[in-house]
């Protein structure tokens, strides 16, 4: 790597081995919560984790680069995390607010990638690029607001009793 050209190329690919990597894991998270309300949360990120991985393969054809080609070890060691978490002898209650804390981490994770993104995309003066990849910068926040608002308004405090 030579330039911030070939840095945001390596971003790219990073983000979409780790939005690869999270399609495979969202259904084992989902299938695991108990509550409903989380479940979906879960089912609906999935959908949109799915329209994520979408932009940046429009994002590399706009860049006539090809996504794959990078793992994701941080997502990796992420997943791995929560799949770990997933084995612990747990109330339910206690499980879905752990499930809530990994998901949380994956998405500041993303919101990290994304953030980083954009800023390259900015200052190497892709434009349309910024739009697609601060869309999903919003929905990664969106995500985590979502998660942080049902562990607060109720499920820590079930996990509390």
Not at 6 to 24: C, G, P, T, V
Not at 109 to 132: F, M, N, P, Q
Not at 139 to 160: F, S, T
Request: proline content about 1%.
């Amino acid at each position: 790597m030579k330039t911030l050209e070939d840095l945001f190329e390596h971003q790219l690919k990073d983000l979409y081995s780790a939005e690869s990597q999270l399609i495979e894991a969202l259904p084992k998270m989902a299938k695991h919560a108990n509550d409903k309300k989380l479940k979906k949360a879960f089912e609906d990120h999935l959908e949109e984790t799915k329209k994520h991985k979408e932009r940046l393969e429009k994002v590399c054809e706009e860049l006539d680069i090809k996504p794959n080609g990078e793992t994701c070890k941080a997502m990796k060691g992420l997943i791995a995390e929560a799949e770990g978490y997933i084995k612990e002898d747990a109330s339910e209650e206690v499980r879905d607010a752990g499930l809530i804390a990994e998901a949380q981490r994956v998405e500041h994770y993303e919101i990290s990638g994304y953030g980083t993104a954009v800023r390259y995309a900015k200052e190497l003066g892709h434009d349309k690029i910024v739009k697609l990849l601060q869309s999903t910068l919003d929905e990664e926040y969106g995500a985590d607001e979502k998660l942080n608002d049902m562990a607060e308004d109720r499920l820590n405090k079930k996990a509390k009793k």
